[in-house]
């Protein structure tokens, strides 16, 4: 990576986030059925894929918990053949083991005929096994819907047998997706670029676990539909495992959707509106902060700083669902931190009036503005203020920040933009490993935020791979992504990833702009979002 000062980094990341807002197949016997699929969910996480209610009932007492709190998976392993803690060993759930035809005895002498499929119901819902005897206290009884039931026992008959679709003994299959035409073909050829680099140089050193990573690519489209179709085919025909650093901007909602059903890893897409609201999507993880997040951490120093906190504020932006839920978050963080609540001027994109705009907000007596939008359209505001001599602090994403360095000069030291990372958090073992990436795989020396973020993605999904071990699934997949704890890419704020968190990097960097100098000045340390 070519060195160079830190504005032409954060120049990078500016270009990168503007431009966003502008093998061998398994078999049939491999996949599970829709019925084995829901029954898998229920299995692995305690909870209904239709949202119907399901209870565990512990002990004598019967104490009642939800369901996702004793997955069967908990104890019993991914595996089902049990997972011994606490001096209790869980039974193998495996169907040969339970439908032995001579029966089973366990360690503590109770004996049973094979297990049926009425007879693993019973043992579900009623806590007792096919000889009519009461399992050991620790063993949850479960209150669901026959639906769900016959779902759970229909998985459980598969319990250990199924590989995940892009697994063999020397391959693990990866997608990736993105743009080869338009505005954004030449970014989307660049991470391409560093991407297939990546895979290729991981498996010139053996792999993971002497399995080597395949590649396999596919488009993004015109429409939000067209794009999750070509995601839909790559899954299918591709018999992807995973997908990593994939294209989502403009099709979140779809591609988040997408993964969901499918049950199929996404880590690092590519957009600056990361999905994470309620119910959380298990499938995707992202890098970085939302515009969302850079959003709340701008509230956050302005309460840091007394000559700001003060402020009357109010934000500027096109009228969008997902503008929309920005300015939600910037009315609860301002909630939270004490601020009294700004006021809003929308528009509808593309027929923005600065000169409205200014004389509305400055009638209400504002002097503070997060602006959004186009980067054009931000300074069109800033140029009609300058006009009429007004100067409000302006308060921006890294999305709309891009030649902000145009502005008036009335607005030098006025102009503070949050990004989701920053040169800082690149270490130099982490340049000397990008970099010698790069030469050796004579990649493109454009596009390098993008560049980062694809590569980024990579070596956390390969990182997750190695902790899930040799016998790898998407299951194991997900819960050692949620083990990750301040991961250091070498180019990112670290990572952490939870089973309630899916933004590895929550929080922002704020810098201001030096109109004079024409350059970016970081104005204060990483502003943690929890």
Not at 434 to 458: M, T
């Amino acid at each position: 990576m070519p060195a160079g000062p830190k504005l032409m980094v954060l120049l990078a990341w500016a270009t990168f986030c503007l431009a966003l807002c502008c093998g061998e197949h398994a078999s049939a016997q491999d996949l599970l059925t829709p019925s084995e699929s829901r029954g898998k969910q229920i299995y692995t996480q305690g909870k209904s894929p239709s949202g119907k209610e399901i209870l565990a009932y512990i002990g004598e007492s019967s104490l009642e918990i939800p369901g996702s709190a004793m997955a069967c998976a908990n104890c019993h392993g991914l595996d089902g053949q049990g997972k011994p803690e606490g001096g209790v060993v869980p039974s193998n759930l495996t169907w040969e083991v339970l439908t032995k035809p001579y029966g089973l005895t366990h360690a503590d002498g109770r004996r049973h005929p094979p297990y049926t499929e009425r007879g693993l119901e019973l043992a579900i819902t009623r806590g007792t096994d096919p000889a009519g005897n009461k399992l050991l206290n620790v063993m949850p009884r479960y209150a669901m819907s026959s639906e769900d039931l016959t779902d759970l026992v229909a998985y459980l008959k598969r319990l250990g047998k199924e590989r995940d679709p892009g697994i063999s003994e020397d391959k693990i299959v990866i997608g990736m997706v993105a743009p080869s035409k338009g505005p954004l073909a030449e970014m989307g050829q660049a991470t391409k670029a560093v991407t297939t680099a990546f895979f290729e140089e991981l498996n010139s050193q053996g792999g993971v676990y002497s399995r080597r990573l395949e590649l396999k690519f596919a488009e993004t489209a015109d429409t939000p539909a067209a794009t999750r179709a070509n995601f839909e085919s790559l899954l299918r025909d591709g018999q992807v495992f995973a997908v990593a650093g994939a294209f989502i901007t403009g099709s979140e909602k779809e591609i988040a959707a997408l993964m969901s059903e499918r049950g199929v890893p996404l880590v690092g897409p590519i957009t600056l509106y990361p999905r994470t609201g309620f119910p959380l999507n298990r499938q995707v993880f992202y890098l970085l902060s939302g515009v969302d997040v850079q959003a709340r951490a701008l509230i956050d120093f302005i309460i840091g700083k007394p000559e700001l906190k003060n402020a009357r504020l109010a934000v500027v932006a096109p009228q969008s669902e997902i503008n929309a839920g920005v300015i939600d978050a910037i009315k609860d963080q301002s909630k939270k931190d004490g601020l009294s609540a700004p006021t809003s001027y929308d528009y509808v994109s593309g027929r923005f009036d600065p000169a409205a705009a200014v004389n509305q907000l400055r009638q209400a007596s504002r002097d503070a503005v997060f602006l959004f939008g186009s980067g054009e359209e931000g300074r069109s505001f800033m140029t009609e203020a300058s006009k009429q001599g007004w100067f409000p602090t302006i308060y921006m994403t890294n999305a709309g920040g891009a030649g902000i360095l145009d502005a008036p000069s009335g607005f030098d030291g006025k102009v503070f933009i949050s990004f989701p990372t920053a040169p800082a958090d690149q270490s130099a073992e982490g340049i000397k490993e990008f970099r010698a990436l790069a030469e050796k795989y004579n990649l493109p020396s454009h596009h390098l935020a993008a560049q980062i973020s694809a590569y980024s993605a990579a070596k956390i999904l390969v990182e997750a791979l190695k902790r899930s071990g040799k016998d790898v699934s998407r299951e194991k997949l997900i819960n050692s992504l949620e083990g990750l704890y301040e991961y250091p890419t070498g180019l990112t704020p670290a990572i952490t990833y939870g089973p309630n968190r899916r933004v590895g990097a929550m929080g922002a960097y704020v810098v201001t702009v030096d109109l004079k100098a024409k350059r970016f000045v970081q104005v204060g340390g990483w502003i943690n979002i929890n």
